[in-house]
């Protein structure tokens, strides 16, 4: 990828999303991950500093203490507004007002923070009239690697046309901190989770298998470029059609030919 080009094309993107919202600038959860750091420096470099607001929601004894301080020092080097806000006191207040709220699974509860995260972003929107600015990239767009109405929930994807290895590749020319690029992707929704542990598979695999899909490559053609297991392979395709969903609207009924 042309990864100064496709900086031109973000910046403009986001600055043109802003204009036509008639918003008065962009809010963005900022994890301490590299996903989030490159979506707020792409937010900074088109609409300036102080029409980006982060937002770090850390969870109390689950969110290690080195993405707290990784988006601190994203915020701190950019200049922007910033706020640090636990949301340990609003899950209990889920949990503990919620019929069943003591039967959570981990799934069901790591989908319940993401969701309370998305709340929390969209009610400093409304304060401040801003969009809310989402930080998925294309390899998790595609595996449907996020939670729907969740951190999904957002009003633009500046980097969803962006491979994870075009993420990184992008951070290091704008010169997001190494320890931020080099940390291991996690979605920091239960202990010790990282992403390609449960993916099952790199994210260099995964983005060389994806693009020759997108290419229009076999599923075993696909496979045998990369150099992956047929297990994997089904996996990530298993992922695709149960997941895609996720990228359309509600589905509605049609009764045209009922009028």
Do not use: C
Request: net charge negative; aromatic share 6%.
């Amino acid at each position: 990828m042309d990864t100064e080009k496709a900086r031109e094309v973000i910046v403009g993107f986001i600055r043109e999303k802003v204009r036509e919202a008639n918003a008065e600038g962009v809010v963005l959860g900022i994890s301490g991950g590299i996903d989030s750091a490159l979506a707020a420096y792409l937010a900074v470099e088109a609409l300036g500093k102080d029409k980006v607001l982060g937002i770090h929601l850390p969870e109390l004894n689950l969110t290690p203490a080195e993405d707290v301080l990784d988006a601190t020092e994203v915020a701190h080097r950019l200049g922007i507004q910033f706020k640090t806000i636990d949301i340990s006191g609003m899950l209990t207040a889920y949990l503990e007002n919620m019929p069943d709220g003591d039967k959570a699974t981990a799934h069901a509860k790591g989908n319940l923070k993401a969701r309370i995260r998305m709340s929390v972003l969209y009610y400093h929107a409304n304060l401040l009239n801003g969009i809310v600015v989402g930080t998925g990239n294309k390899t998790e767009l595609l595996l449907g690697y996020f939670t729907k109405h969740g951190d999904g929930g957002v009003d633009i994807l500046p980097i969803g046309d962006m491979y994870k290895t075009d993420v990184w590749e992008l951070a290091a020319s704008m010169g997001i901190p190494e320890a931020i690029i080099t940390k291991a992707p996690s979605a920091g929704l239960w202990s010790g989770q990282t992403d390609e542990k449960e993916l099952g598979i790199t994210y260099k695999e995964v983005d060389r298998f994806l693009s020759l899909l997108l290419e229009g490559e076999t599923t075993d053609v696909a496979k045998n470029t990369v150099g992956i297991t047929k297990e994997q392979a089904d996996s990530v395709m298993h992922r695709i059609k149960t997941n895609a969903h996720k990228l359309k609207t509600p589905q509605i009924a049609d009764l045209g030919n009922l009028r």
